[in-house]
């Protein structure tokens, strides 16, 4: 595995590692200790998939709720818990986007009061091509009456257990990593989370054929996913917020409100791995990051909003 300045502790496939499939029936909707469902080594791949329920099927059902929690066997408190994302596919052909009354980014919500009545809500179905990986959808209200684009499929929640006794509503981000939802997570990019409890305690679930930046009207593309992930240790190194790497890019993701907040944290936990990992003087790395990092607004909808700040690794010394 290539990563960007972390030693991981995996156990190899001759040395017992194994592919773990699981079925998951039901979900659980806060982030929260309590018994795991599975336990897996480091170095072991689990083949799952996120839920499909009831709010899928009709406007007001309830949400199905995140797999987990998976154990990771030895990770302790001041581990980095490694996620390699193998797998995200939509195995649903269709897709439901919800929009209007009191959650998104543009319209008023518990914490910004306005005079304004709420924006109507929508639902609106979406259907996905699986083979040529595109969502259709009808408006018959526009001019061009349909469209058709490609997808490009996330989680929007990859989590840990967060630290102490504290339980989070699925729509949370934060240390812990939550609802960060953040494209960023897709097939191919490894996501590094602090490790607060014995085992971890991993989570999954929200899957997105396709989401903007902002997630602006509150929810992507929202299907059920397969899935499969690749697991690994960082033992006695503690990181404080959720990092991300995939071939271009180092990344961190940071939630707050408001928005600049969350903005802070993401850039300067990004100067802190460059300076700690990668040789970088911190007043130097200011520098460079102003220069050639980028930002995304993953989300401007939940409790917290999530900035991820990007550093292209072409700009990394060599190791």
Known sequence: MKTAGLVLILVSAAAGAETHRLKPTSGHQTFAVRPPILTVKPGDVLESESLWGDWYERDGGKWP????????????????????????????????????????????????????????????????????????????????????????????????????????????PGRFGGN??????????????????????????????????GEVCGSGLETSMEVAFRFGLVKGKAIRWPRLEDATH????GSARPLSDALRIAFVELIGWLVADHGFDKAEAYQLVSQVATARVANMVDPNYTVVAKFPKKFLPPK
């Open 250 to 253: 180092i990344m961190v993701a």
């Open 180 to 213: 960060m939802d953040t494209p960023d997570v897709r097939e191919g990019t490894t996501v590094y989370l602090p490790v607060f409890h014995d085992g971890a305690l991993f989570y999954f679930g929200d899957g997105h054929a396709l989401q903007g930046d």
């Open 65 to 172: 709720g995140e797999v987990g929690p998976i154990a990771i066997a030895g990770a302790q408190p001041g581990d980095t818990l490694v996620v390699e994302i193998l797998k995200v596919l939509p195995n649903r052909d269709t897709a439901i986007s919800t929009q209007g009354l009191n959650f998104g980014a543009l319209v008023p919500d518990s914490g910004t009061a306005m005079l304004n009545e709420t924006f109507p809500r929508g639902r609106f179905v979406w259907r996905l091509d699986r083979r040529a990986m595109t969502g259709t959808l009808d408006m018959p209200k526009s001019r061009i009456r349909s469209i058709t684009v490609p997808l490009a499929p996330m989680l929007g929640r990859v989590a840990v257990a967060p630290e102490g006794e504290e339980a989070f509503d699925g729509l949370w």
